[in-house]
């Protein structure tokens, strides 16, 4: 089982920018892919932006060109940059993780956007 914690969430002003820290730890073999997801209040849980081992992303429309998502296989590490926050990127944010047909999820972070 792998064990993920989110960090960085927050309160934060429209345009302005957050950065989430994703640590996996436990028995890891090869995390692929890693990935955030969101879900705001009432909504269902969404897939943000992925990462495989070797690179490859992919970003839900809504949020291209304004958030990056990044990875060190070293560490078992997983980042997300938002830039050019919104309001509707309010959501709380959960860092995932599949791993030999086993997905994995942390606890997730809060994240607040004001107008």
């Known amino acids: 089982q792998v064990r993920l914690v989110e960090s960085g969430g927050g309160l934060v002003q429209a345009g302005g920018s957050l950065r989430l820290s994703c640590a996996a730890s436990?028995?890891?073999?090869?995390?692929?892919?890693m990935a955030w997801y969101r879900q705001a209040p009432d909504k269902q849980r969404e897939l943000v932006a992925s990462i495989t081992t070797n690179g490859i992303t992919n970003y839900i429309d809504s949020v291209k060109g304004r958030f990056t998502i990044s990875r060190d296989n070293t560490e078992n590490t997983v980042s997300l940059q938002m830039n050019s926050l919104k309001p509707e990127d309010t959501s709380v944010y959960y860092c995932?993780?599949?791993?030999?047909?086993?997905?994995?999820w942390g606890e997730g972070t809060l994240v607040t956007v004001s107008s």
């Open positions: 995932f993780a599949h791993q030999r047909g086993i997905n994995s």
């Open positions: 436990g028995r890891i073999f090869s995390i692929n892919p």
